[in-house]
């Protein structure tokens, strides 16, 4: 456990409880036509097994919600209780983007949960390391997220992808999951969203817009999505380099 969730248990006598919400429910058109990538095998294990496992090991998390399509709901539930991954409380049905398949997650958590945490299934090689950095940073600033620091040079095009201008690499980051809210903060965040008729590809986003400050967490770029076809192989050839450094 981190130095300041230790710390904070010694003096309160007490563990927050918090929650994992790991959403499985796309549709994964850029992988495959006919394949799901979140049941997709990636050294032996699937993506989502992959990452609910290291929620399981991450002693900062109470309980995980698995969010998937209506179809895959038995299954997943079988599949997880088998591969001994014993903190699913629920399992639930996504909607029809990310952030419709988040809140249907976020409805489903423990009442009293203090902190949540939102994951893309497909970045199934985070650590439990990764997500207790993440949550440690959370517990201080209020939210967090896991992120590596950009490596290329970034331009913005004029939407005919002519260059107006070259970003400060220095301030620029690629954002990953988990990240990670206050549940108050979250509820607030969902709620605007949805009565604003906002969209967004991640949470942080939708936190953001209300002014609420979200820290980054530098977790490098092997805390990688699983996107196209080639990225298992990518996914496996890291699993293979973190087996050699151990
Ligand atoms: N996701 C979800 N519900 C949706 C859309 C996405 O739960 N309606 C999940 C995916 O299963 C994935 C994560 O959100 O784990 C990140 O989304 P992305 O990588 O874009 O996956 P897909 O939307 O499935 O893929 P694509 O965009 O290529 O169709
Ligand atoms: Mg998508």
């Known amino acids: 456990m981190g130095k ?16 994992a919400i790991i959403l ?17 095998l ?3 294990e699937s993506v989502l097994v992959r990452s609910a496992r290291a929620f399981e090991e991450c002693e900062l998390i109470s309980e995980i919600i698995v969010v998937t399509r209506e179809a895959d709901i038995d299954g997943c539930r079988n599949i ?9 409380t629920r399992v639930v049905a996504g909607g029809d983007t990310r952030q419709q398949s988040a809140k249907n997650g976020f409805d489903a958590v423990n009442p009293e949960s203090e902190f949540v945490a939102i994951h893309d299934a497909a970045r199934c090689l ?11 940073s959370a517990f201080v600033h209020g939210a967090a997220a896991c992120a590596a620091k ?5 331009k913005k095009t004029d939407g005919a992808d002519n260059i107006t201008e070259t970003v400060d690499r220095e301030n620029c980051w690629l954002v990953q999951t988990p990240q ?7 509820r607030a965040a969902a709620y605007m969203a949805v009565k604003d008729k906002i969209d967004a590809t991640d949470d942080c986003a939708l936190c953001e817009r209300l002014g609420f400050k979200v820290k980054l967490v530098d977790c490098g770029k092997t805390n ?4 196209y076809p080639e990225d298992i192989i990518i996914a496996e050839a890291i699993l293979r380099y973190r087996e050699a450094v151990k």
Do not use: C, H, N, W
């Open 4 to 19: 300041l969730s230790s710390l904070i248990r010694a003096v309160t006598g007490k563990k927050r409880f918090t929650s």
């Open 24 to 40: 499985a429910a796309g549709s994964g058109r850029r992988f495959s036509d006919d394949r799901a990538k979140q049941f997709e």
């Open 42 to 44: 990636v050294g032996g």
């Open 80 to 88: 997880l209780a088998q591969k001994g991954i014993t903190k699913v």
């Open 126 to 136: 985070v650590t439990p390391e990764m997500i207790e950095a993440a949550m440690e």
């Open 150 to 154: 950009a490596t290329d040079t970034i």
């Open 180 to 186: 990670i809210f206050m549940a108050d903060m979250y």
């Open 224 to 227: 990688m999505k699983i996107t």
